[in-house]
């Protein structure tokens, strides 16, 4: 194992979560490529190592998290190291090394917010999502509830002080927030999960229907190719008239 391996062992080693069944798993598909390309064509020749964070918000939006298996993919598409990726994956909290729920909560914990009642959401935000806050460490500041739909992370300053407290469900910040408005959020997003999986079902039957009709179309056109065409029939019965009839036995006397 090279030292570089080593190194992004030690500090980005993946660790497995529940949330993972909501995201697709990293595998570098050609449109991931282009979309890279994309992104390291922004900055001039030299300067591509830019484009790594643009790429690492990418993959987080795509896959839920970087995990190390994306980190050396990164650094080739920027001409950097594997090495300086992980530093800057380890660097940012917003960037995430284990895979966030479907509903990710980050509540802020900065004082304005504290104060304003922030610091009593934490633990009702826990005991509904079914999480324990004792499991939220410095090195570890996610957890993810066991059925993988939520997932909860104390945050700094959201940039939104006066109207605390703050809590950003995924992109979405929700200002003021009291325990009232955490059960409206969470019904909401229980419904667009609901949704979600609505429209997937009718995806995957339309799709089924489709298969179904290109099946029967493909068998009706092999057995119109097999059958008999127009002309047959008669050349046959001519044959037929032609052939000569067989003559009777003679009778036995
Ligand atoms: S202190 Fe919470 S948004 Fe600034």
Redesign the pocket.
């Known amino acids: 194992m090279s030292e570089t391996t080593n190194a992004i062992d030690a500090i980005a080693a993946p660790v497995s979560s529940p949330g993972e069944k909501f995201f697709p798993k990293f595998e570098v598909t050609p449109e991931l490529v282009a979309k890279a390309q994309e992104l390291v064509a922004l900055y001039p020749e030299g300067k591509e190592q830019s484009a790594v964070l643009p790429i690492i918000h990418h993959i987080q939006e795509e896959f839920g998290y970087v995990c190390p298996e994306a980190m050396p993919w990164i650094a080739e598409m920027c001409k950097s190291t594997a090495i300086h990726v992980a530093g800057i994956v380890t660097f940012y909290p917003g960037i995430h090394r284990k895979c966030p729920g479907k509903f990710h909560f980050r509540v802020?914990?900065?004082?304005?917010?504290?104060l304003?009642g922030?610091e009593e959401l934490l633990p009702y935000i826990c005991s509904k999502m079914g999480v324990d806050p004792a499991e939220m460490t410095d090195e570890e500041p996610m957890v993810v509830s066991p059925d993988g739909l939520w997932s909860l992370e104390a945050v700094?300053?959201?940039?939104?002080?006066?109207?605390?407290?703050?809590v950003m469900v995924n992109d979405v910040l929700h200002?003021q927030v009291t325990r009232g408005k955490i059960d409206d959020i969470m019904a909401a997003c229980k419904k667009e999960l609901a949704a979600e999986r609505k429209e997937a079902a009718a995806a995957k039957k339309e799709a089924a229907a489709a298969r179904r009709e290109a099946r029967a179309a493909a068998a009706a056109e092999a057995a119109e190719a097999t059958e008999p065409t127009a002309e047959e029939p008669v050349a046959k019965k001519t044959a037929a008239k032609k052939a000569p009839a067989k003559k009777a036995a003679p009778k036995k006397k």
């Open positions: 802020c914990r900065t004082i304005a917010c504290a304003s922030g700094e300053c959201l940039a939104n002080c006066g109207f605390g407290p703050n200002s």
